[in-house]
Nanobody, 122 residues
Framework: QVQLVESGGGSVQAGGSLRLSCAVS?????MAWFRQAPGKEREGVAR????????TYADYVKDRFTISQDNAKRTLYLQMNSLKPEDTAMYYC??????????????????WGQGTQVTVSS
């Protein structure tokens, strides 16, 4: 079993930064950050192979967001810079325990956190 607990959301003005954290218990193969705005589908933001540390980003956050992990603290992070109003959403961390591929399809992840709200004002 994997348990995920997010923190770090909040309100910020456009151009600002936030760092989200996801405390992880249990083994994971892939982890990802997703987001969901009201009335929209859940979409992938960034993903990481927890063994190799290899990362992938969605085009709409590339060069602004950074996914990282601290294995000693068993924590996944999402550093978000140059935030835009369109980044406003509930952000979720997700995990799966087997491969071979890490995708941006929400249905491929078994474990989810409760979400943390990010609001960016213009």
């Amino acid at each position: 079993q994997v348990q995920l607990v997010e923190s770090g959301g909040g309100s910020v003005q456009a151009g600002g930064s936030l760092r989200l954290s996801c405390a992880v218990s249990g083994y994971t193969y892939c982890m990802a950050w997703f987001r969901q705005a009201p009335g929209k589908e859940r979409e992938g933001v960034a993903r990481i192979y927890t063994g190799s540390g290899s990362t992938t980003y969605a085009d709409y956050v590339k060069d602004r967001f950074t996914i990282s992990q601290d294995n000693a603290k068993r924590t996944l992070y999402l550093q978000m810079n140059s935030l835009k109003p369109e980044d406003t959403a509930m952000y979720y961390c997700a995990a799966r325990r087997s491969g071979p591929f890490c995708t941006f399809r929400p249905e491929s992840y078994t474990f989810w956190g409760q979400g943390t709200q990010v609001t960016v004002s213009s």
